[in-house]
């Protein structure tokens, strides 16, 4: 009686096309809350110990899909963090994080980056921010104090000396 094995090669193919059906079940699960960026997509794949070629092939299947578009996420979150009052720089910082820095054949950071009015939007923070400052008597202490929080926002020098000298 001579039984049939299935060649190794074979039952590798079937597991590897299970942890495929795993994996793009667990980057749908992901993608499910909000945008992600595909560097953002591969490490989360990665922590939840999937093959690099696995990971590959989803996250391949998930752009082709339009599930996963790193210019459509850059433009939400532009427009996230421009809401929330952060300058150019501090925007570029938080989206080089995301992996969503920007390449040769994207102008699309870089065109919404340089739309954003700057004087602006400090203004606007300054003036939701006004009381913090107030409290500060001596008017150097003060502009410092100025300084120092729009700076870690992400604005320009020049903008926030613009606005010290305006305000």
């Known amino acids: 009686m001579t039984s049939q094995k299935k060649p190794e090669i074979d039952l ?6 299970n942890d495929y059906h795993r994996a793009l079940n667990s980057a749908l699960r992901i993608l499910t809350g909000r945008d992600h960026s595909r560097y953002e997509l591969v490490q989360k794949l990665k922590q939840r110990g999937f093959s690099p070629d696995i990971i590959e092939k989803v996250v391949l299947e998930c752009q082709r899909l339009d599930y996963v578009d790193d210019n459509r996420t850059s433009r939400v979150y532009i427009r996230q963090l421009m809401r929330k009052g952060y300058g150019a720089k501090r ?5 080089e994080r995301k992996g ?13 980056i340089s739309d954003i009015d ?3 939007v400090a203004g606007r923070i300054f003036k939701k921010n006004i009381k913090r400052f107030e409290r ?6 003060r502009k410092n104090k100025i300084y120092r929080f729009l700076l870690a926002r992400g604005f320009s020098s020049e903008t926030i000396r613009k606005l010290i000298k305006s305000g």
């Open 12 to 17: 590798k193919l079937e597991l590897s096309g």
């Open 91 to 95: 925007i570029r910082v938080e989206l």
């Open 100 to 112: 969503l820095s920007e390449r040769p054949d994207q102008g699309v950071i870089s065109q919404m």
């Open 118 to 120: 700057e004087l602006e």
């Open 136 to 141: 500060e008597i001596d008017p150097r202490k």
